[in-house]
Nanobody, 125 residues
Framework: QEQLVESGGGLVQFGGSLRLSCAGS????????IAWFRQAPGKEREGVSC????????YYTDSVKGRFTISRDWAKNTVYLQMNSLKPEDTAVYFC??????????????????WGQGTQVTVSS
């Protein structure tokens, strides 16, 4: 079964760090755009970060710039999201997703073909 599998979520205190992983299970991450989204209770799913496979360009939503870092390890078929200086407002279910190309509106979920099941991140104050 082709799927994306996220891991690394958990409960962390304000100011703490977590590293999320997104691995392809039976699915190669051979898509140009691999992104992280998040969805908090009662809110829309929002794009957090995206990385281009072709040139490594990274994109971030403003609220996480300087705190989150997206990276990749193609040998392991895995993409990571390092999250530092976490805040309670970062609490959400985090999803990874892949798309065939990076577009200007990388944060729009309509471009993405495969999604993982999500991993919960909870930041306590």
């Amino acid at each position: 079964q082709e799927q994306l599998v996220e891991s690394g979520g958990g409960l962390v205190q304000f100011g703490g760090s977590l590293r999320l992983s997104c691995a392809g299970s039976g699915l190669s991450l051979d898509y140009d755009a691999i992104a992280w989204f998040r969805q908090a209770p009662g809110k829309e799913r929002e794009g957090v970060s995206c990385i281009s496979k072709s040139d490594g360009t990274t994109y971030y939503t403003d609220s996480v710039k300087g705190r989150f870092t997206i990276s990749r390890d193609w040998a392991k078929n895995t993409v990571y999201l390092q999250m530092n200086s976490l805040k309670p407002e970062d609490t959400a279910v985090y999803f990874c997703a892949i798309a065939r190309e990076v577009v200007t509106t990388w944060y729009d979920r309509i471009w993405y073909e495969y999604w993982g099941q999500g991993t919960q991140v909870t930041v306590s104050s």
